[in-house]
């Protein structure tokens, strides 16, 4: 069977304030700017291979959802390559004073920890590239 999804190619994240969360992703995630409305209603970023989108929305909004065992989920994970990019990132968030969880072992290969950004958005973070990432990207080849 062929493909017929190649890739996401834009997340939106609901946020109280676009001016606030464009300078949060920024200076604590690396994010660069690559667009923002004259009426500070959405602006577009770039990180992590992939275009997120801010949009100015009520404060009860989130990306956020409950799960049948009534626990809040992220919807989105980020990829790091390997354990010690993982710790790495995880101490460079919480010394950046932003919500992170610890590192945990959910069980499965690699190792993971959930951030929040300051409108409460959860995201996690794994340990583990994925294959075809890796394969896409060469990063195999070039670590042999």
Known sequence: M?????????VY????????????????????ESYKDKKGKMAIINM???????VESPE??????????????????????????LESLHKELLLQKVKAGEIEDRGHPGRN??????????????SELSPSF???NMLEKEQT
Do not use: H
Not at 2 to 10: A, E, I, M, N, P
Not at 18 to 24: A, H, T
Not at 64 to 81: A, I, P, Q, W
């Open 60 to 85: 009860q909004e989130s990306m956020n959802f409950m799960d049948t065992d009534g626990n809040k989920r992220f919807s989105l994970t980020f990829e790091v390559d390997g354990p010690a990019q």
């Open 134 to 136: 890796k394969e896409a």
């Open 48 to 54: 992590a291979s992939q275009s997120f989108f801010l």
């Open 13 to 32: 994240i609901p946020v109280t304030n676009v001016c606030n969360s464009l300078k949060w992703y920024t200076e604590k995630l690396g994010a660069v």
């Open 2 to 10: 062929r493909k017929k999804l190649l890739r996401v190619g834009t």
């Open 113 to 126: 920890f959930v951030f929040s950004d300051p409108d409460g958005n959860l995201f996690d973070v794994w």
